[in-house]
């Protein structure tokens, strides 16, 4: 299995703003719009999972696994397609490995920011279309905590102990979640690709970043996931497990 490097490359803010109104793809968090000026920059070797950081308005930069820093680094060599995607990301990339071996036992803290969804069939879909006629008999996703609070026939439950199940589920066979906790969630407006349509596509839902601790179980398991990221949406800036040692 290819080894892990962990990429951070300073952002525009300024720029990446005018890129995402030049190509359409404004939203709430600058998720489509950073996912299409990456892999127009970078192509195949684009980190990804990535998240952005914001020390201040004008600092910005974004942290993403790469399994290619030196492809990633080429890439960045070579001219953009435009001087505005150029403005977008202003230095070379900074590269980090990652462990090559995930000892399983290995403990480690992490953040994560994710859109804990669950996604229904088509026979689900309609069950709730009937029963609520203003929800789309087409939509295949839903907050993990409204499909939680229409199981719970009433019964009051916490939005972080489903989070935090919905996290540890999908965290199972590659690591043990020891400690989790919610630090905010927020709902968000993000553009998505219309797939050749006219009209805009977007999806609303809620954003969570979730902090706590977790033990490797099976590590080439978890080092793929680590690659892929945790739950959906992971192309536009959300489920990149940022980890550090734990004591």
Known sequence: MTALSLVRLAIDPAA?????????????CNGYAI?????WRYGQTAPQPFCLRMSDLRHVHLLGYTTSPEQLSEAH??????????????????????PRIWAPGARYRFEVRVRPVVRYGSRIRQLRAAADG??????????????????????RIAREDVYRE????????KAELEHAHL?????????RSSHGRSEHAYVEGVEAVLRGTLRVTDGPLFEAYLK???????????GMLLLSPSS
């Open 134 to 155: 203003a929800w789309q008999r087409n939509a295949r996703e839903v907050d993990a905590f409204v499909a939680a609070c229409e199981r719970a026939s009433g019964q």
């Open 16 to 28: 990446l703003a005018d890129f995402g109104a030049a190509q359409g793809a404004s939203d709430d």
């Open 183 to 191: 630090v905010s969630t927020h709902r968000v407006r993000s553009r």
């Open 166 to 173: 919905w996290l540890r589920s999908r965290l199972e066979n």
């Open 35 to 39: 996912h299409l000026a990456l892999r």
């Open 77 to 98: 060599s070579l001219p953009g397609t435009n001087d505005l995607l150029e403005r977008v990301f202003p230095d070379a990339p900074v590269v980090r490995a990652m």
């Open 228 to 238: 892929r990221g945790v739950g959906r949406h992971a192309a536009f800036g959300n």
